[in-house]
Nanobody
Framework: QLQLVESGGGLVQPGGSLRLSCAAS????????IAWFRQAPGKEREGVSC????????NYADSVKGRFTISRDNAKNTVYLQMNSLKPEDTAVYYC?????????WGKGTLVTVSS
């Protein structure tokens, strides 16, 4: 079965850090560009960050630039999102997406709650 599984979410205080993981099973991520999206309650899903298949190119939403870092370990078939200096407005379900041409896979998401 082809799937992506996100993990690493949880409850963290403002200013804290979390590292999300996106692991693939049933296929290899080597040739896929990977993106992290998030959806806060009552809001539309938005793009957070993306990384090219080689890892040589990354991009970030303005709202997370300088605080989040995306990376990938193709040997482990996993992509990461390091989130530092978290703010309450970062609270959302975080999803990873693997895309190659017309093919795209989504995970089911992991909840991040930033609250004191």
């Amino acid at each position: 079965q082809l799937q992506l599984v996100e993990s690493g979410g949880g409850l963290v205080q403002p200013g804290g850090s979390l590292r999300l993981s996106c692991a693939a099973s049933g296929f290899t991520l080597d040739n896929y560009a990977i993106a992290w999206f998030r959806q806060a309650p009552g809001k539309e899903r938005e793009g957070v960050s993306c990384i090219s298949s080689s890892g040589g190119s990354t991009n970030y939403a303005d709202s997370v630039k300088g605080r989040f870092t995306i990376s990938r370990d193709n040997a482990k078939n996993t992509v990461y999102l390091q989130m530092n200096s978290l703010k309450p407005e970062d609270t959302a379900v975080y999803y990873c997406n693997a895309g190659l041409g017309y093919v795209a896979y989504w995970g089911k998401g992991t909840l991040v709650t930033v609250s004191s």
